[in-house]
């Protein structure tokens, strides 16, 4: 019996169905090529629906959400290939609108290039087992074309069917059936799908696949592949070579829909933090929770996967928040831990600390009972003996915890005992989440970087004051947020930034942009004030940089002078005018000021400098 092994029939056969048609085997011999000597034949989704979009001239009807006007309509149009003398290309457009694209060599029999963009400019890796590509969608539809130019009976064939096609489809769609009806199509598509099992990948075609299932990547100029409109055989147009290219913009995507976008692993919602409507999202987090996802989803070995990242930037420039951002887009919970000079390996490990004895404690069973309790389930017998819930705990350290709470209530007559307090930084390098490390530009202790190198890369663990080694898990992403143009801030090591396998700089917002998000969180609508505000924000952002005043001039600081500014302008009647302007300068003094610097001396010198020059 043959066994094909080429990557491309390896989609998981849980997920192998096709939307109408109730099966994907059969022994029905009516079913099988003449080449068949397995004893069943199978429909290969990726496969199958490669050869449907491509007989309707590129129509998604498998989309049987729509109505069956819809199934033909010109926006349903979902695929595009051409082909020249030596090559075959195919484009794809996917339900996030990113376009996959794949090229393959007639004469080499081989692909020379695929990949997924929605800009055009970032080309993510392209597989042939990955959901995120339909399991290779793209290189199916060249690989069909390909097949009926060689003439293979069985796959042209299936041109035959596109009346029965539609009709099923548009049936299903209008509620006319549940699932393909006509036998005969059906039969089509096995017979089909079994001819090219026993051709690619075989003797008879013998496309290489890398191990990985990855395709060789997009080159930069795609100018030499702009087919001419005669050679498209499946469509109308590229969107890729297309002038009026739809460039997607991630600054677009709204709080609600940035929720579990990207998501890496399942977590209790309750856990996962969502932003407020009025958030508006960065480019910089859209884009850093899609490469995220992107390497999570990928066979790359889990200490290569991206998992540390700085993030830095002025003060107030949304560093914090984009953090927490990036949680919600992945699905992960969020912890953070605020650095100071004074910040030690106690504040990211967790503390042992006295506590009195309860003499109305209960008192702990005897060993016998507390090990029948283990061998039944390890987590309950634990969370009895400490309160604390702890999954997948081994007996091991149950019993061990039994021995410590042994000796403690033994020695400690004097009605002190001791328990660990776990710092929430610790709790989240255990379970996973989003863990962000503030301003450790300030940390004087340089034992604390030494140990945090060791948990980013290496051994990725840590060690408690209590013995324990804390394992890294794997869904824990850690994010260094800092200002490093703060004054008295020291510079990160060498050795800990060549851990971090993005550095991202976020810039201070644009006037434009800065007003536009302060708009979403004070609900103020005096454009005239805001374009004033905005300004004096921008240069006294600018002033404390060129002075080296420690102090922070952001949005933060906007949109408390403007929650001011509005407070103050309740005291004036409506028919009275308005000097805007000494309002403006008076707000100011207890917000934007005041956050610059507490100093009399810097205040009065851009008081004078700034405010009263922009706002006299």
Known sequence: M?????????????????????????????????????????????????????VVNGYDILNTSLSSADLTALENRKATVAETDEYILAEYIDIKQQIHLCCFSKTKEAFLFAGITSDRKAWKKYSVIKKDTKFGLAAWLCLFQYLVGKGEKE?????????AMITAYCDIAAGKAAEVKDTALISSLFLMCDCVYHTVGTAKMPVYIASTGYLPDV????????????????????????????????EDISAEDLYCKFKIAEYNTTLIPKMPDTYKVPHWVAELAEYTEFYYASDLSPELKPKNYLIFGGAGSGKSQGAMALASALGLPFYYINCSSNTDEAAFKGEIMPKLNNTNSQTLCDFSDFKEEVEMSPEYAYEQLTGEYKENITEEECYAAYINAKAAQNSNSNGISYYFQESPFIKGIRDGGVVVVEEFTNVRDSGVGIALNELMDGHMSFSLPTGEIIKRNENTIIVFCANVEEANCNEFEASMKSRFHQRIKVETPAKDELIERVTAMTMCNDNSALDKMATVVLALALAIVDKGINGTCGVREFANWVLSYMFELRKYSSNKVVDTNKILRKTAENTVLSGCSLHAEEMEELRNEVINNLLG
């Open 219 to 250: 080159p930069q100029d795609l100018s030499a592949y702009t087919p001419e409109r005669s050679q498209v055989i499946v469509g109308d147009e590229f969107t890729i070579f297309s002038d009026d290219f739809p460039l997607k913009n991630n």
């Open 155 to 163: 796959v042209k064939q299936i041109y035959k069917k596109k009346s």
């Open 2 to 54: 043959s066994i094909n092994d080429n990557l491309l029939f390896k989609k998981e056969d849980t997920e192998n169905y096709i939307n109408g048609i109730n099966t994907t085997q059969s022994t029905n011999a009516a079913f099988m090529s003449i080449n068949n000597d397995r004893g069943f034949s199978r429909l290969y989704e990726p496969v199958a629906t490669a050869a449907i979009l491509s």
